[in-house]
């Protein structure tokens, strides 16, 4: 009896020592949303009728990162939008904390870098919690059935010049040849996401 | 004689005006966290453009300061973005940092991330705070505000 009780109160310390998981990892079963878009319309992945999946990336105006990324998140839509895959870009971030990603300014953005995809805003940031993103930008590649097949980095360096590995593009052209992502999890540094002031 | 002198000035005024950030590999890092120590290890990471980084920097100048039983470390993650490290010497230089700064030379940084810490995706700022005689642990990967830190630091004290 008292091996048990101190079996539930050493696992009670674990859970508690434990930080709590949020979001999908690999393997998971995404939620669809509705988000609004920069032209002012709201938008769910099922709204994209010809995709075969999705490439999800939180992202937006003011991380340096991102915006290092920029024209590889343009090329990744040029490259896999024909081929079914859709890039999709979701700002995380609260407007109040990170001025420059209102909603106004996200609409400036995506003028000025002729997108030619969504650039969604996630007001409440349910849709950022539910993912579990932490990053921007984060990249989420999902199937039509939105099982997460990839989650993390576009490629190993935020210098164009250094890159050596390309992760997203490696598991969608993977994906695309029928076979299963070899690198399904990835890392990259990137900017925090600019929560709410609670 | 007088070259002797001019010697030990050079010295003197190095050790007193800014010191010259070293490049490290992620081992050392690892050393920080891993090797005992009389001191609580306070790693930083931060970069010259990341601008809730150089907000909360006060925060860990001041610990630096004025706790001796901490010691504080601010690793610049630049060089993922710019090969060069000329921009971080000059922001050290500049803002006088009186911590240790160390510009992490390392390139995959999903290779990297995980060794320092493995709950963490890699956005910045985040900060590592460990006492290495009891391997208690504080990772946050967010923005520190007034007295944070300090809370952090006596949870694992």
Known sequence: MKRLIFFLLAAGL???ATPEKNGYEVGDTATDFKLKNVDGKKLALADLKDAKGYIVIFDCNTCPISQAY??????????YASQG???ITINPNDPGVS?????????AYAKKKDYTFPYLVDETQEVTKAFGATNTPHVYILSKELKVLYIGAIDNSTDENAVTKKYAESALDELLGGKAVATPKTKAVGCTIKWKNS | MRLFLVIILIFCTQSIFGQTSKLVKVGVLKDLIEKKSDQIQVINFW???CAPCIKEMPLFEKVHETRPD???SLVSVDLNLDPNPAKIHKFVERKKLKSTVYILDERDPNVWIDEIEKSWEGAIPATLIVNTKTGKKNFVSKELHEGDLEKLIDEVK
């Not at chain 1, 920029?70 to 490259?79: E, F, P, T, V, Y």
Request: aromatic share 10%.
């Open chain 1, 14 to 16: 674990l859970t508690a």
């Open chain 1, 70 to 79: 920029n024209s590889r998140i343009i090329a990744l839509n040029k490259k």
């Open chain 1, 99 to 107: 001025p420059g990603d209102s909603f106004d300014k996200m609409v």
């Open chain 2, 47 to 49: 970069a010259t453009w």
């Open chain 1, 85 to 87: 895959y859709p890039v």
């Open chain 2, 70 to 72: 901490v010691q504080v």
